[in-house]
């Protein structure tokens, strides 16, 4: 769906300034998340929204609040490449 560029980009860049601003694409729409590398950063409040189930992964993603902070958690990934292979990108 995006091209090796931006694919590449979002591997080699994801968490590079904290919280990413990503995109996908759902039923032919754009649609916004944020993203958090925990390695390198992650809020309070994203920790709080993460499930239990899911704590030990590396990448998450929530959907944002109007200020691009985490409203609610969407997924987890435990590799970078899968997160990109789900859809996601750098905004």
């Known amino acids: 769906m995006w091209s090796e560029e ?3 980009m979002t591997i080699e860049h994801f968490g ?4 990413t601003i990503l995109k996908t694409v759902v039923n032919g729409k754009y649609s916004f998340a944020v993203g958090f590398d925990r ?3 992650i809020t309070d409040r994203a920790k709080s929204l993460i499930p239990e189930s899911e704590k030990g992964k590396r990448y ?4 944002m609040d109007g200020y691009s902070r985490p409203a609610a958690f969407l997924k987890a ?3 970078i490449e899968n997160l990109v292979e789900d859809g996601w990108a750098i905004d």
């Open 77 to 79: 990934y435990d590799f």
């Open 39 to 41: 390695d390198i950063y």
């Open 16 to 19: 590079d300034s904290g919280a």
């Open 60 to 63: 998450f993603i929530f959907t």
């Open 6 to 8: 931006l694919r590449r």
